[in-house]
């Protein structure tokens, strides 16, 4: 089975049309979509109504969550200013949308970890950073799922490993936002370094796994300055370089004549 592996599109219209183009040519025989699509200061309806118009497999991811279950003065400016352009049609979509999903019995899809999607299942918090977790708090993280395959997004780092027991855990990094910060459980900083988009492409037979990470080019200057219009000057910064925008590189930009 050769399974092409979305995640995290915050409503990034420009970059999920460049994985679409780069598709055609790799003939999956499914495209998941492991959720957070359309969070963000960007396209946000545009980008819900090509998705549902796809045959993909989609899950809900923690933002896509929040949308239905905050109300919107109580959410963040990314879930908020999706919110503001979607409708009854997009928030029906998104609340039929299951937390995880099987694609046979031995592959699972799950935003963050199988039991939480606010939960990182790779990675742990290090300071400011992030940084690949060890194999037994990865195992803790999985509780009782039994697969060989696990298929995760959240933290839109590209990664893929091996447990001793020969669970396979693959993250295929964000189509639509190459860096963010998060206060969960501190301030951190969570970045590739490139602003392209990402995806993954996993062929899966008895007994092997192969896995191809795709970093594509894409109009990513386009999709900063819309952000930077919508008044988001993190999000700009992230689209446009890959990395994170510091408070310290914010204020000094406010400070400029």
Known sequence: MRIAVLADIHGNLRALEAVRADLRDRSPDVVVNLGDTVSGPLQ???????LMSQPFVHIRGNH???????PLAAMGPSDRAAREHLTSRHLE???????????????????????DDLEYLLEEVDGDRVRLAAAE??????????ASLVLCGHTHIPRSV???DGVCIVNPGSVGLPAYDDTRPWLHYVETGSPQARYAVV?????TVRVEFIA??????????????????????????????????ASAAEARP
Do not use: F, K, M
Request: with cysteine; hydrophobic share 40%; aromatic share 6%.
């Open 44 to 50: 946000a309806a545009a980008t819900a109504d090509l």
């Open 64 to 70: 896509d969550r929040q949308l239905l279950n905050r």
């Open 93 to 115: 979509w998104l609340a039929r949308l299951p937390a995880t999903h099987r694609l046979d019995d031995e592959i699972l899809l799950c935003h963050g970890s199988p039991g």
């Open 137 to 146: 708090p990865i195992r803790t993280h999985l509780g009782t799922v039994n």
């Open 162 to 164: 091996r447990l001793p």
């Open 203 to 207: 062929d899966r037979s008895p007994g």
């Open 216 to 249: 594509l080019d894409y109009d990513w200057e386009s999709a900063s300055r819309e952000a930077a219009q919508a008044n988001r000057p993190d999000w700009a910064h992230a689209l446009a370089t890959g990395y994170a925008l510091r408070a310290s590189q």
